[in-house]
């Protein structure tokens, strides 16, 4: 069944509002997740908004905060997220970050003790269409393995780069495992099987059971590529924002523990450097519109294809899991 994009905002802002999220951090985090859906990723969507709700209502999220700051130097700030919404405390985080960047060029926020950030994308988009150069890491529970191994040990690590270019901003979005834990949840919650290769089971074998996947652990895509990127990416964000490393990181997943991962933004006024950001906009259409291997689909760019699946669910609406839209409209209704 396909719903509204409207319809399921109202429906996830009046749930946080309903569990005392002020009305502008309601829409945001709302905003948040049904953006996620928009672009096909249902994996940061809507089906994280009942362990939201339910963090909120154990007190492992307080959805009446920004976060403190403290700037440690004139270009950067650490955040003590004060356990607050992910997307709540990370738009402040870049607010704020935005006020020194005339004299300083990079500014960079390192954030701890928050809630999941959800899609990396948005702040990065958000910082592109102001004109900003973005850069967003974070870290989570331990749920890829290193190449040539077999148990957990590092998080997805996911990275976003957002770059103005005169026309649609550039964005870039990937994890640094193959898929996100939230992607295997997602298959789980619709019986659906897994590609092999996404992922092997508590024995290390691999397995297209997303259940079994859900207890096991994650390639990291690209073999080693991806597990030196996240592994890097583990590392930086662990040693600027203080959080822990991901065999001990907690509370993206569940409701019973604070979220103790890290989050790093960094933005980069452009007119810094000695480029045009004008002229890149020309070449990603060049990029287009170059020689495809198969003349049915043209050459991308990343972030077309999210724009391309958006525009689809603006007309044609959200495709929930029954089974998900239900849970929520008994959370209405509770």
């Known amino acids: 069944m396909h719903h509204h994009p409207d319809r399921l905002r109202r429906l996830a802002t009046g749930l946080l509002e309903s569990r005392g999220t002020p009305k502008e951090a309601a829409r945001l985090q709302a905003d948040l997740l049904v953006e996620a859906e928009l672009r096909g990723l249902a994996s940061h969507g809507l089906q994280r908004l009942p362990l939201l709700l339910s963090r909120i209502e154990k007190g492992l999220a307080n959805p009446r905060t920004q976060g403190a700051e403290t700037w440690s130097r004139q270009s950067f700030m650490t955040v003590d997220g004060e356990r607050g919404l992910g997307p709540v405390v990370m738009m402040n985080a870049l607010r704020l970050l935005k006020q020194p960047l005339a004299q300083t060029g990079i500014v960079l926020a390192a954030i701890r003790n928050t809630n999941h950030i959800g899609m990396l994308a948005y702040y990065a988009e958000a910082a592109a269409r ?79 059971d997303p259940v079994a996947a859900q207890r096991g652990a994650i390639a990291p895509f690209g073999d080693t590529k991806g597990y030196g990127l996240g592994l890097a990416i583990e590392l930086l964000v662990a040693a600027l924002a203080g959080s822990d490393m991901s065999p001990k990181v907690r509370g993206t997943l569940d409701d019973a523990q604070p979220a103790n991962k890290g989050d790093l933004l960094v933005l980069i006024d452009p007119a810094s450097g000695m480029g045009a950001i004008s002229v890149l906009a020309s070449y990603l259409d060049s990029l287009r519109l170059s020689r495809p291997l198969d003349p049915g689909r043209p050459v991308a760019v990343p972030g077309d294809g999210a724009r391309a699946r958006r525009a689809a669910a603006m007309r044609e609406g959200i495709a929930l899991p029954q089974p998900l839209f239900e849970q929520l409209m008994a959370l209405e209704a509770a």
Request: glycine letters at 14%; aromatic letters at 6%; proline letters at 9%.
């Open 130 to 208: 102001d004109g900003l150069i973005a850069l967003v890491m974070s870290t989570s529970e331990a749920l890829v393995h290193p190449f040539g191994g077999t148990e957990a040990m590092l998080g997805t690590n996911p990275v976003a780069i957002g770059i103005p270019t005169g026309g649609d901003p550039f964005v870039l979005d990937l994890a640094t495992s193959v898929v996100s834990m939230g992607k295997i949840n997602n298959h789980a919650l619709r019986g659906a099987p897994i590609p092999f290769g996404w992922a092997v089971d508590a024995e290390g074998r691999p397995t297209d």
